[in-house]
T-cell receptor, first 112, second 115 residues
């Protein structure tokens, strides 16, 4: 059972575009949702986290969780070439201390 | 800014050999984790560790794996008898584990190649 699914991309956008990255999940017990950015052969870098449903904004990044449809989104405004990376969504049960279940990642390329 | 560190960055070993991967979690963090990522695949959870004992583990974390916090700063993953399929990137992570401070911060990883 694929608990967290992501479109692997690659997604190519011009600089300045709004990027929408999405995940779906199947486990209703997931409560914490995170987005990580991973550059090639590096460790995942935490971008955003949200608890349960709702929106959270941090600078150019907005994370959305819709638990009714089991849908997780990350929006990037005014995308920059430095945003080119693989974006991983992750989810955990109860709290963020529990094991994270990752999606396969979406590779994003922002063209200058 | 504090960060998780891992050593070595790369490790090559022969099948059947024991390897120890080392991590220094962020100071004052209470929960520690190991994940792995086989090339081209998802990041997978292996084990979590709190208060000197395993708090959660996956099916991957079988008897050939063990974890230890030998002192106040290091956290290690031992693979007793490596197999070809153990070749992967191994990530250590840590979190404060306090209310509203539960996000996991990852290290840069150790690339393990088993020949």
């Amino acid at each position: 059972q694929k608990e967290v699914e992501q479109d692997p991309g690659p997604l190519s956008v011009p600089e300045g575009a709004i990027v929408s990255l999405n995940c779906t999940y199947s486990n209703s017990a997931f409560q914490y949702f995170m987005w990580y950015r991973q550059y090639s052969r590096k460790g995942p870098e935490l971008l955003m986290y949200t608890y349960s449903s709702g929106n959270k904004e941090d600078g150019r990044f907005t994370a959305q969780v819709d638990k009714s449809s089991k849908y997780i989104s990350l929006f990037i405004r005014d995308s920059q070439p430095s945003d080119s990376a693989t974006y991983l969504c992750a989810a955990s049960m109860d709290t963020g201390r529990r094991a994270l279940t990752f999606g396969s990642g979406t590779r994003l390329q922002v063209q200058p | 800014e504090p960060e998780v560190t891992q050593t070595p960055s790369h490790q090559v070993t022969q099948m059947g050999q024991e390897v120890i991967l080392r991590c220094v979690p962020i100071s004052n963090h209470l929960y520690f984790y190991w994940y792995r990522q086989i090339l081209g695949q998802k990041v997978e959870f292996l084990v979590s560790f709190y208060n000197n004992e395993i708090s959660e583990k996956s099916e991957i974390f079988d008897d050939q794996f063990s974890v230890e916090r030998p002192d106040g700063s290091n956290f290690t993953l031992k693979i007793r008898s490596t197999k070809l399929e153990d070749s992967a990137m191994y990530f250590c992570a840590s979190t404060p584990g306090l209310a509203h401070q539960e996000t996991q911060y990852f290290g840069p990883g150790t690339r393990l190649l088993v020949l």
